[in-house]
């Protein structure tokens, strides 16, 4: 955790809708948070809780229909200036989950690391852009050389790296790593954590870490936040999350937890979270701060619970 | 404290020095290479590896369901005093697959018919495998097996189709079908790699009660070991196509002996400490295109004995166990003594404690 707390990314009261009006649906639901530069914020949920959709929305894939998204101070939503988007596509990258999709089969390695540089026009010679794609091969622990093959000459684990390197030389500041080792085997899932934890040790890289497996988010994140359709249900430092979990979504997630300890597994307790058991007309949800640092929707119910 | 060790060991599956190659552009790759192993009834056994070491090819040529470049060089597989590896024919898998030796696959979204509802493909498997039955009783035995795999309003539910429910509800379906034919082994291909934790958890679940209440023999097929703690009797650790290891899944999980296996529990995050790097296998698997010389795992092995790269060594049982083996010269009596790394005492378990 760096001592001085400079925000580099501030998600304010975001929404995001899918559909048409009519038919709209809200994928994530008056969301904010803030990534302090340096740490790994991570942000976890099951599948359709939106938390993907921030990753995405953050990077001007998806349109925010409400709120407010800075980068440094710079509001990066909704109508911006061009030099501003070339900025975010500059500075922010992002790290996709699947290496076997997320590659283009038909294009070399040399393209599909360099293809940013192209379209930002990053370069001046093609020596000094040849140059770039090998260093950011050798960054990641590539040869240069692997340059001129295909993806599919690559295992997964490999291929995950040029996925890495096709973000690194944009020399981005913040990457948006989603679900960046749930596709891959046991023993590479290893190696490309300790990769991402080296890069943002030597590059003072920023990452939004999205994930759905807690055991890995506790090793790598500073901060976490929970997310339950669409809405932040718990936001704090990872250790204090996983000692004193407050909303009862966050302890189900923590009770399934697979633990690699026959004995421990055999006599964990599931906890199931329902969301009527909490529910009461009289007695609504509030975002409050529990203790420093450490926030969570929760209703007097839930904290008398806690 | 909960009962790992199976009392009666009647063997229902037998395997002996299997040995499956593919031909791929006319070359040779033996995929799997002499395997034995007894398969217990009313076991679950857990095989663990990385991708490509084989676990998947080998369950598949229980049922015949091998690629078509695929075949059996050597060994036996019998079951029911039949050797299926002499089978030829779809005609004689019939009898086996579905009915005696059933299987649930990794992806919920792709294994279902989006065309049928989930009723009628129930119903299909009932017919097909109890000819006796009219497709009324069909229909209701569907339903029932719907409620047995933990889903509300069975009836109405069994007329919905597939894009109707959730991945957790679709894998509870694909077991439903699984089920319905009333089999005696039930292969699970990674059941629970596509799922949420939570939804995890639950199906891992409904699996332990459905093996309970009919007696089932269970073989899951997985790279998690979380999942292997939380549901295996047995473990078998595969690489490259042989199994390095076998036993007891405490026996596995609090005293491994394999450096494989070794590395395997010391690369899981829950055993990361944090700030410090993960550990992480050096290298890649072999080449089975060629023939593997001695150990499989030595060249990976920092601590590799010279014996490793020359002679592939022969299951030895571990001191003070008549269900744990490993292939390692570690075990030979005139090895030196190897630690087993720090990092993976900290799964904590008291192995003495069995």
């Known amino acids: 955790m760096p001592s001085d707390k400079d925000v580099l990314i501030d998600v304010n009261n975001l929404s995001v809708d899918f559909g048409s009006k009519r038919k709209s649906f809200r994928a994530v639901d008056k969301v904010s948070f803030q990534i302090y530069k340096g740490e790994t914020f991570g942000l976890v949920g099951e599948s359709g809780s939106g938390k993907t959709t921030i990753g995405r929305t953050i990077i001007r894939i998806n349109p925010s229909s409400e709120g407010e998204i800075t980068f440094k101070g710079e509001r990066i939503n909704g109508k911006i200036s061009k030099e501003t988007d070339k900025m975010v596509t500059r500075k922010i990258q992002m790290i996709f989950q699947d290496p076997m999709a997320s590659l283009n089969e038909r294009s070399k390695v040399d393209y599909i690391v360099s293809e940013g540089l192209y379209s930002l026009k990053n370069f001046k010679t093609e020596e000094e852009r040849m140059e770039k794609v090998s260093k950011a091969l050798r960054d990641v622990g590539l040869l240069p050389e692997f340059s001129s093959r295909f993806p599919h000459e690559f295992s997964g684990g490999q291929r995950q790296r040029i996925g890495i390197a096709r973000a690194l030389i944009m020399e981005p500041e913040f990457i948006i790593a989603d679900e960046p080792i749930s596709a891959l085997d046991v023993s590479i899932r290893a190696q490309v954590i300790n990769l991402l934890a080296e890069l943002q040790k030597t590059r003072g890289l920023t990452y939004l870490f999205i994930a759905h497996d807690l055991s890995v988010v506790r090793f790598i994140t500073d901060r976490i936040a929970v997310i339950h359709k669409g809405k932040i249900v718990e936001l704090s430092e990872t250790e204090t999350l996983f000692k004193k979990p407050i909303h009862p979504y966050t302890k189900a997630l923590l009770s399934a937890i697979p633990s690699p300890s026959p004995d421990e597994e055999r006599n964990k307790k599931l906890f199931i979270y329902t969301p009527e058991k909490y529910y009461d007309p009289g007695d609504p949800f509030v975002w409050s701060e529990v203790e420093p640092g450490h926030y969570a929707l929760v209703n007097k119910k839930i904290l008398n619970e806690a | ?354």
């Open chain 2, 1 to 354: 404290m909960t009962e790992y060790a199976n009392t009666n060991k009647e063997v229902v599956l037998s395997i002996k020095d299997l040995v499956v190659k593919f031909s791929l552009r006319g070359r040779i790759l033996k995929a799997i290479r002499e395997i034995s192993l007894d398969l217990y009834r009313g076991e679950s056994l857990a095989i663990v590896g990385e991708s490509g070491s084989g676990k998947s090819v080998f369950t598949k040529t229980f049922n015949g369901m091998l690629d078509s470049n695929g075949f059996i060089e050597q060994g036996s597989i019998t079951y029911n005093g039949m050797d299926l590896t002499k089978f030829k024919k779809e005609k004689d898998w019939l009898q086996i697959r579905g009915g005696e030796i059933a299987m649930v696959f990794q992806d919920p979204m792709t294994s279902l018919n989006p065309l049928k509802t989930i009723g009628t493909q129930i119903c299909e498997a009932i017919l097909l495998h109890n000819k006796d039955v009219t497709p009324q009783q069909a229909k209701q035995k569907a339903v029932e097996y719907i409620a047995d795999v933990g889903i509300e309003e069975p009836l109405r539910r069994s007329n919905q189709f597939p894009h109707e429910f959730s991945g957790g509800m679709r894998q509870r379906i694909v077991i439903a079908i699984a089920m319905a034919c009333n089999p005696k082994i039930l292969i699970c291909d990674e059941p629970t790699t596509a799922l949420d934790v939570t939804i995890q958890a639950q199906i891992l679940g409904l699996l332990k009660d459905l093996k309970d209440k009919y007696n089932l023999t269970i073989v899951y097929i997985t790279h998690d070991l979380g999942v292997v703690a939380a549901v295996a009797d047995r473990v078998a650790v595969m690489y490259a196509g042989d199994i390095v290891e076998i036993g007891e899944v405490r026996e596995v999980f609090y005293n491994a002996q394999h450096p494989y296996t070794w590395a395997l529990l010391s690369s899981l995050p829950q055993l990361g400490v944090k700030g410090e790097k993960l550990f992480a296998i050096r290298g890649t698997p072999p080449n089975l295109f060629q023939e593997v010389r001695g150990d499989a795992f030595a060249p990976r092995n920092p601590n590799a004995l010279k014996i490793d790269f020359v002679e592939r060594p022969p299951y030895f049982p571990v001191p003070g166990s008549s269900t744990h083996k490993a292939r390692t010269w570690l075990l030979d009596p005139r090895a030196p003594k190897v630690e087993p790394p720090s990092a993976i005492k900290a799964i904590g378990g008291d192995y003495n404690a069995l």
